[in-house]
């Protein structure tokens, strides 16, 4: 089936640090979205993205919808410490026709050091 | 603050009961969504809800079933369940219809989950 690589697996920063991860996949897709989820929360929605090359912003945040639609990246400037979190990237397969199904990457586990 | 409520935020149940995991959206969408979610890993996909009828069923067990009342609501019955049947259960709702023409291809926006444990 279809699948989001996404990397890293987890990151250790000092507070002040830039961060970045990403998904790859082999598949085509329509959509690219980023989620944080603190724990004993759901997911919340960060950023959307719909075309290939776009690049978007949302304050210390920005990702790309990468121009061969099967990547996208996260980008977070100077990282605090409430940026901890579990980051899952999620995508829409040009391939699916009804539904929105979701595929989710595995997660970037984030951890920020004062 | 979530649009998407979920309740009990917390349920605690043991194999032979039956009980319901409930979510509400005031989005006006009509897609809804029911997930499974294991600690440290992706939400799962259960069920599919779109114009209130049931889309996508990824081949979960009857001891779950869901229902759709109306556009607000969807509810999550539970019976018999197993131990390994604890988790974070994540209810979403996104928009209908995507923007360039095409199939759904609008973002899920997730509740905050009912934790539950088997005993």
């Known amino acids: 089936g279809q699948q989001l690589n996404q990397s890293p697996q987890s990151m250790f920063i000092q507070e002040g640090e830039d961060v970045s991860m990403n998904c790859t996949s082999s598949?085509?897709?329509?959509?690219w979205l980023w989620y944080k989820q603190d724990p004993g929360e759901g997911p919340v929605l960060l950023i959307a993205?719909?075309?290939?090359?776009e690049l978007t912003s949302n304050g210390r945040l920005t990702a790309q919808f990468g121009i061969t639609r099967k990547d996208s990246f996260l980008n977070i400037s100077a990282s605090i410490p409430s940026d901890v979190g579990i980051y899952f990237c999620?995508?829409?397969?040009?391939?699916?026709?009804?539904?929105?199904?979701?595929?989710f990457g595995q997660g970037t586990e984030l951890s920020v050091k004062p | 603050d979530t649009e998407v409520t979920q309740t009990p935020k917390h349920l605690v149940m043991g194999m032979t009961n039956k009980k319901s995991l409930k979510c509400e959206q005031h989005m006006g969408h009509r897609a809804m969504y029911w997930y499974k979610q294991k600690a440290k890993k992706p939400p799962e996909l259960m069920f599919v809800?779109?114009?209130?009828?049931?889309?996508i069923n990824e081949s979960v067990p009857s001891r779950f079933s869901p229902e759709c009342p109306n556009s607000s609501l969807l509810n999550l019955h539970l019976h018999a369940l197993q131990p390994e049947d604890s988790a974070l259960y994540l209810c979403?709702?996104?928009?209908?219809?995507?923007?360039?023409?095409?199939?759904?291809?609008?973002?899920?926006?997730f509740g905050d989950g009912t934790r539950l444990s088997i005993l």
């Open positions: 598949s085509i897709f329509n959509t």
């Open positions: 999620a995508g829409i397969p040009i391939s699916y026709n009804q539904g929105g199904k979701l595929i």
């Open positions: 993205l719909y075309k290939a090359g």
């Open positions: 809800y779109s114009y209130e009828k049931l889309s």
């Open positions: 979403a709702s996104s928009q209908e219809g995507g923007l360039s023409g095409g199939p759904n291809n609008q973002p899920q926006h």
